[in-house]
T-cell receptor
Framework: DAEITQSPRHKITETGRQVTLACHQT?????MFWYRQDLGHGLRLIHY???????NKGEVSDGYSVSRSNTEDLPLTLESAASSQTSVYFC???????????FGPGTRLLVL | DQQVKQNSPSLSVQEGRISILNCDYT??????FLWYKKYPAEGPTFLIS?????DKNEDGRFTVFLNKSAKHLSLHIVPSQPGDSAVYFC?????????????FGEGTQLTVNP
């Protein structure tokens, strides 16, 4: 079955370290998204991609970067982790011209 | 500036009764609206959607109503079941944002008591 996976599911890191969260989808979707979920804010868009080599900044992109070298993967990198980046991170994907996004199970990140 | 707002952080209802979850938006360019459900330790899952050309969409126990003049939508669950207990997110998109970029509300925690 086609799916979207995220790894790791849980991560503890220290302030200042570089962290990369993986997202992999097997639906062959062109569009991929990264969100963070925080209490009182819902889901906020960090970065998104409409296809290979395409990346765009979302609402809360500072301190994060993404790269899209193939259709299946959109890794999210925290350049220098900060305590404010402690959150739950969700990856999602969708087909072109369709609004429904399918979400991965999430990565819970704690920055100490 | 929160363009999609869910003013009730939580809602508690009895099993078998109706659950009504509300969502307000400020961007008049939004033309497509969705509801997602999220269980703990899982990703959000798509529940139901509505286009701005409609004012109602029904799928089994779930109905979404859209009032464009009031910039308000609501999700009705009838009858409510304990398995419906989850966080519900309202989301919206505008036509100028290709590739289905969504703006989410803060979420409402629904608890259905047996």
């Amino acid at each position: 079955d086609a799916e979207i996976t995220q790894s790791p599911r849980h991560k503890i890191t220290e302030t200042g370290r570089q962290v990369t969260l993986a997202c992999h989808q097997t639906w062959n979707h062109n569009n991929m998204f990264w969100y963070r979920q925080d209490l009182g804010h819902g889901l906020r868009l960090i970065h998104y991609s409409y296809g290979v080599q395409d990346t765009n900044k979302g609402e809360v992109s500072d301190g994060y970067s993404v790269s899209r070298s193939n259709t299946e993967d959109l890794p999210l990198t925290l350049e220098s982790a900060a305590s404010s980046q402690t959150s739950v991170y969700f990856c999602a994907s969708s087909l072109d011209l369709q609004e429904t996004q399918y979400f991965g199970p999430g990565t819970r990140l704690l920055v100490l | 500036d929160q363009q999609v707002k869910q003013n009730s952080p939580s809602l508690s209802v009895q099993e078998g009764r109706i659950s009504i979850l509300n969502c307000d938006y400020t961007n008049s360019m939004f033309d497509y609206f969705l509801w997602y459900k999220k269980y703990p330790a899982e990703g959000p899952t798509f529940l139901i959607s509505i286009s701005s050309i409609k004012d109602k969409n029904e799928d089994g126990r779930f109905t979404v109503f859209l009032n464009k003049s009031a910039k308000h939508l609501s999700l009705h669950i009838v009858p409510s079941q304990p398995g419906d207990s989850a966080v519900y997110f309202c989301a919206a998109s505008a036509p100028e944002t290709s590739g289905s970029r969504l703006t989410f509300g803060e979420g409402t925690q629904l608890t259905v008591n047996p």
